[in-house]
């Protein structure tokens, strides 16, 4: 049974410093690439940043981009998400998820979804 664990969400003010943890288990982690998104209430969710399985190569989403650092553990089947200099705007729940086809900006293409996290932006 595939199973993620999603830590680290809370409460922070702008300016502040969150480090999101997506430890998951059921599947062969290290064959997946991992990504994660973010919903805020009344919009889509979106893709925030992806680590493929392969060569550990990484993406973000252009708003996130110097903000957030993606980096994978294999031997402890998580992911993190280090999340800096926040923004209100980046308040959302936030998932990870996991895709056999690799990186892609489309939630269609995942196969496993944690639960999510809430992130909280205050100004």
């Known amino acids: 049974e595939v199973h993620f664990v999603e830590s680290g969400g809370g409460l922070v003010q702008a300016g502040g410093s969150l480090r999101l943890s997506c430890a998951a288990s059921?599947?062969?982690?290290?064959?997946?690439?991992i990504g994660w998104f973010r919903q805020a209430p009344g919009k889509e969710r979106e893709g925030v940043s992806c680590i493929s399985s392969v060569d550990g190569s990484t993406y973000y989403e252009d708003s996130v981009k110097g903000r957030f650092t993606i980096s994978r553990d294999n031997a402890k089947n998580t992911v993190y998400l280090q999340m800096v200099s926040l923004k209100p705007e980046d308040t959302a729940v936030y998932y990870c998820?996991?895709?056999?086809?690799?990186?892609?900006?489309?939630?269609?293409?995942?196969?496993?979804w944690g639960q999510g996290t809430q992130v909280t932006v205050s100004s």
């Open positions: 998820a996991a895709a056999k086809i690799g990186c892609s900006d489309y939630p269609r293409d995942y196969d496993y």
């Open positions: 059921g599947f062969i982690f290290d064959d997946y690439a």
